[in-house]
């Protein structure tokens, strides 16, 4: 797959062409692994007994599932991982932050290696197949209408070529496992890797989006008047207290009572307003919003730190 304009609305922003911290670290750990294998300075089954995972392994090789993602079978192997992670890696990088992203790219690999564990059970596992595959989710739910060129040649959506692999992945893992299976690919590895990513996606933005709501929801109303009694005032014993203090609550909104309070229409517009701009997010990721909706999410934002 390479690399091929977007949308307008996206084409309007910087993209970045340089490799982040994180990715050029990655890439450059596995290719180093896999020149020391090719040179026969570690030798593939050496490197697969003691670094790659294998469930029989367990708990001696307790690092594997960690290590097996820098260990590949050949030279294609290696080229068609790290390319995936140069195509897709970089942006999302850049959008979430080198520790953020490196987290999340183990945290798919070790969505690979359950899924292993649940369906297949036996044999070793290597590659960063799972974890580059989580990348691309991530990715295509990030900007799913961005386009690539698939196998270099057909022009597709991020989306579509994500989903289309995880149905093919699916398919062949079933047959995979059948009686006329036998392959070597971990298939529902990269299923591992795919649903890892779509369930921290999923958690990461309905937490986030839910608590901004909750402390909107949870605001007084800037141009609401004053109560004659306040909410969490503690009952006092003598009633010449409270009648001074509602006395002077009263007194306030008076005072206010003419410039308090927008019409309710345009309070509830606001509050519409931010529910549209919350969602979008929600569903597309901030990078989408305009100008406009950028300035809702700021002074949103302002009020929320003034409070």
């Known amino acids: ?9 996206q084409e309007a922003q910087p993209q970045p ?6 990715v050029q670290a990655i890439i450059a750990a596995t290719i180093a692994v896999a020149f020391l294998q090719a040179v026969s300075v570690l030798p593939y089954p050496d490197l697969a007994r003691w670094f790659g995972f294998d469930l029989a392994s367990l ?9 097996y993602m820098f260990v590949h079978v050949g030279v294609w192997h290696v080229l068609a991982n790290m390319y995936g992670l140069y195509l897709f890696g970089p942006r999302l990088e850049h959008t979430w932050g080198s520790k953020k992203f490196t987290w999340f790219y183990v945290f798919c690999g070790l969505g ?7 369906f297949i059970r036996t044999g070793g596992l290597v590659g960063a197949s799972a974890a580059v595959f989580g990348v691309m989710t991530a ?48 298939y529902f590895a990269h299923v591992g ?10 958690m990461a933005a309905s937490t986030g989006i839910d608590q901004v709501r909750q402390r909107v929801a949870s605001l007084p109303d800037a141009d609401e008047p004053p109560r004659a009694i306040p909410r969490n005032m503690p009952r006092r014993e003598r009633g010449d207290e409270v009648d001074d203090i509602v006395a002077k609550s009263k007194a306030i909104a008076a005072k206010r009572a003419v410039t308090l309070a927008p019409p309710p229409r345009r309070r509830e517009a606001k509050a519409d307003e931010l529910n ?4 979008k997010i929600s569903e597309r990721g901030i990078e989408s919003l305009t100008g406009d909706e950028r300035k809702i999410l700021e002074e949103m934002s302002r009020r929320l730190r003034g409070n």
């Open 112 to 118: 690979g290696v359950v899924f292993q564990m649940l």
């Open 193 to 202: 890797g795919v649903m890892a990513a779509y369930a921290y996606m999923r």
């Open 139 to 186: 990715y295509a739910m990030q900007w799913p209408d961005d386009e690539v060129y698939f196998m270099f040649v057909v022009p597709m959506r991020v989306r579509t070529v994500v989903v289309g692999l995880l149905v093919f992945n699916l398919v062949m893992g079933v047959v995979a496992t059948g009686d006329g299976g036998g392959t070597n690919i971990a």
């Open 59 to 67: 708990p001696n090789h307790w690092w594997t599932p960690f290590t």
């Open 276 to 279: 549209r701009v919350l969602d």
């Open 1 to 9: 797959m390479a690399s091929y304009p977007g949308s307008n609305e």
């Open 17 to 22: 062409q340089r490799l982040t911290a994180a």
